[in-house]
Every structure is written in C-alpha cells, then in structure tokens.
C-alpha cells in the first residue's frame, strides 16, 4: 500500500528577481523525513509501523549525485536539467480541456461537527498550462533518468512508460480553517502529512509531498528526476506539481505581493514566492510547515492569517500542516488516496494506543535514542490529539 503511494510521488543569485531563480536550494543529505524542522518536511510517523515498511523510521534523505545537482553547494542548477520535453495542453488528453470548478458547500466533517463551510473542488486533475509529453519519449533528455526509476505497477514497470490521464479530482476543503492544538509553550504543533497530495492547485492539478524514492533510498524528487518545464510529472498517470511550478502559473505579475495560488488541504491558502513586501520570500522567514502568519489577500480583502509560500528553498512548498486536516473530506476518492486509505491510516494511529507495534518495529523503537524516541512518541501522541478532536 505505502509502496505504491509513495513511488514518484532555490536562489542561484538573483534574489532581486524572484520570477528568475538560477538554482533551487536541495534538501539536507541524511535528514529525516520524521522530523518536522525549518527547510525539511515530515510524513505522519505510522508510516514506519507498517509491515515491511519502505519507510522504516530511521529513513534518512539522500543526496542525488544526479548531473544538475551542484554538490558543493547543495543547490540544483535550473539550466542543468535535462527537462521532460515536448508540450502537451489539457485538451490534447480530455476534450474537457482544463476544467477545474470551486463550489460552495455545506456538510459535515468526519470529526462530528455537523456543518463545515467547504470550498468544493471538480476537476479532471490536467493543468491551464502546457505539460511535457509523458510516457517520455526515447532519446529525449529525460529519458534515462525516468527509466532507471520503478514505475510502481506491473503495466508501468519503470517510469518513463507512464502516460498523463485525466482522472477525478475532487476535494472538500475547510472553508475557514482550523489550528492544529497548541502545545505547552503555546505553539502551534505541526501536523505530519499523512498524504502523497498536500494541496489543490488552481491550475488544475495538484501538489504532491516533496519525497520521492528510487527503489533503496529517498530524495527530493526534484533532484532525482527532471520533471517538466513547469515542474510536473504523473504518478499513476495523474500529473501533478511540486514546489517550483510557480514559474508557470498564470497572472501573477512581476512585483508586489503573490496571488494565491491553491489551498493546502487544511484549507489554509498556498502563495507565490513574493511575500508581503514583493520580495522572494526565504524559508528564513517561515516555519517548518513553510509558512507564516502576515497579512494577504484571502477571500477579497486583506486578512491577516497563516498562510504557505512556494520559493527555491526546500521544501518549496508544504513541509507539514499548520492547520486539522480532515482526509476522508479532503481526498475523498480512490484517485485522490491514491492506492492508499489515508482515513484508515490516521485510524491506525489511534488503534496504536491499543495495539502494540510488530515485534521488529517495536524494536526499532527500542533502538532509538531518548532524543528520537520523544520525537517519536510525541508525533504519534501529536497525530491521535488530531483525530480525537
Ligand atoms: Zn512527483
Ligand atoms: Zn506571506
């Protein structure tokens, strides 16, 4: 199940243009993807309590020796990547063409609360700009590199023969979101993500986790394989972005403050790289969950609210949730969970107080340092308030 999920799934010197990075700043060699921490991102820890699994929870990231990668600084060089090529638009795949729609709606969560405001999303998941021709054609750049990776199924064997196809996206997302708890030092506690799509783009598709792994280790995917020129790929024939996709993204003007982009899916509002001040916002001035609270436009007026930035720095985009996310709404069908019931996960967690982890697990966590082992507990202890609240 986790096998499958999570398959496929910057400022090189011009900071005074953001709309022109020259180099996207890559993610620390030998981090944990466990630990919610500034420029890292962390994935719900019950991950690592699954049978054989490809995340135990000592999985550290890898640094990609890849060709774009300049390994003295860390950084991927932008005009090093052998991009995906070709250009593809929505309406070569579904006649459709782009069609994302956002509706109003009223109902419950599966928390109990019976009447939430959500932004209820529709869609076939292909984007208002042009993608690369995926499966990737032989003898174009970026070939070598998606053939050497798994494709995650017996049809696609390896990675390159994936083509893009519309699916259903649908998504309900909080309409005013919630915090997660506090903790004793009145901080906001992080949510781990649970998910392989954090948020909802509005140009259609979706943003995935910033995790990718070949069939030993685990990187940046935007390291270990180039993607389109505007910065998508498909997992399971759905296409979808990661972080620096804001170079593509439509009507965002060139100073002042970025537009909104998207909604992560605890309903908090995804923005260019261009803060308040309509300078590139750096992952100094925002949290572990890349984001802050200052003022922006939200909802027709400016409101000062907590909200997450994409910029060159990883992980570009969401590296965990600042606010509940309530997955059997947010991803509320098969394509959207993706091979994997995110609901039932959480579940997992819960049934965690009861349930003892598997012996080999359990010694795993018997090995860890007192320091890993209450990052540990604290996370999952973190995960179950979420749910139970
Ligand atoms: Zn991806
Ligand atoms: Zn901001």
Request: hydrophobic letters at 30%; one cysteine or more; glycine letters at 10%.
């Amino acid at each position: 199940m986790l096998g499958s999920m999570v398959i496929l799934a910057a400022c090189g010197g011009s900071d005074s243009d953001p709309g022109t990075p020259t180099a996207l700043v890559n993610s620390t060699n030998g981090m944990s993807p466990y630990e919610c921490r500034a420029n890292g991102m962390c994935l719900n820890p019950v991950f690592s309590l699954i049978p054989n699994s490809p995340l135990p929870i000592d999985t550290q990231f890898s640094q990609s020796t890849y060709p774009w990668i300049d390994q003295s600084k860390n950084e991927i060089v932008l005009s090093a990547i052998p991009y995906v090529s070709g250009t593809v638009y929505a309406k070569d795949i579904d006649p459709a063409g782009f069609n994302l729609t956002e509706t109003e709606f009223s109902g419950p969560s599966t928390f109990g609360t019976p009447n939430i405001a959500y932004r209820h999303f529709k869609g076939n998941g292909l984007p208002n700009f042009p993608m690369g021709q995926f499966p990737v054609q032989a003898g174009t750049p970026a070939y070598s590199y998606y053939n050497a990776l798994p494709g995650g199924s017996d049809t696609y064997p390896t990675a390159d023969l994936i083509p893009v196809a519309a699916y259903n996206l649908e998504s309900y997302i909080p309409r005013i979101p919630v915090e997660n708890p506090k903790d004793g030092d009145g901080n906001v506690i992080p949510g781990p993500i649970s998910s392989l799509i954090t948020g909802i783009s509005l140009t259609g598709t979706v943003w995935h986790i910033e995790m990718a792994n070949s069939s030993t280790s685990w990187y940046n995917p935007s390291s270990a394989l180039p993607m389109d020129q505007c910065w998508g790929h498909p997992y399971n024939k759905q296409y979808h972005i990661h972080g620096y996709s804001w170079k593509c993204f439509p009507n965002q003007g060139s100073s002042g403050p970025s537009p909104l982009f998207g909604y992560a899916l605890d309903g908090y509002g995804i923005y260019g790289p261009r803060g308040e001040n309509g300078e590139m916002v750096t992952n100094s001035q925002l949290d572990q969950c890349h984001g802050h609270t200052a003022p922006v436009m939200w909802d027709g007026k400016m409101t000062n609210i907590y909200h997450y930035h994409l910029n060159r720095e990883y992980p570009y985009s969401i590296g965990c949730f600042h606010g509940v996310v309530d997955y059997a709404r947010a991803l509320p069908n098969s394509d959207m969970s993706e091979g994997a019931n995110y609901a039932e996960i959480i579940a997992l967690v819960q049934s965690a107080t009861d349930v003892p982890p598997p012996p080999d697990v359990a010694q795993k966590i018997a090995d860890l340092t007192p320091s890993e082992n209450s990052t540990f507990s604290e996370y999952v202890s973190k995960i179950i308030t979420f749910v139970l609240r």
